[in-house]
């Protein structure tokens, strides 16, 4: 009996750390990458969205801020994420749980 216990807490506390461990993972941006996202946006004029709360890597973005879909010019590790563009940064977003996971200037 007390071994299914230990083993239960032993899963839960290796659940729990890989669960804490994949919230902290940050994407690796080059330069060069950042650049070409930041080009997109004046390029193509998109207009910025006005979030009333501060943003930054780890924020939760309201649900009545649109999410927009990441072009595939930004490159395939980029489109499982949304991005929004504010306060002439690009935020790019977690779609599942509407979480920041990178910002680029």
């Not at 390029?43 to 969205?49: C, M």
């Amino acid at each position: 009996m007390k071994r299914a216990v230990f083993a239960g807490v032993t899963a839960l506390a290796l659940l729990t750390a890989g669960q804490a461990l994949a919230e902290t993972v940050t994407l690796q941006i080059a330069p060069e990458q950042r650049a070409r996202i930041k080009e997109y946006v004046v390029k193509e004029r998109v207009k910025p969205v006005v979030v009333k709360e501060r943003v930054s890597v780890g924020a939760t973005l309201p649900s009545d801020v649109e999410l927009s879909a990441v072009p595939e010019t930004w490159g395939p590790g980029f489109r499982r994420y949304r991005y929004v563009y504010s306060d002439n940064h690009v935020y790019l977003v977690e779609p599942s749980d509407r979480r920041v996971v990178e910002v680029i200037d």
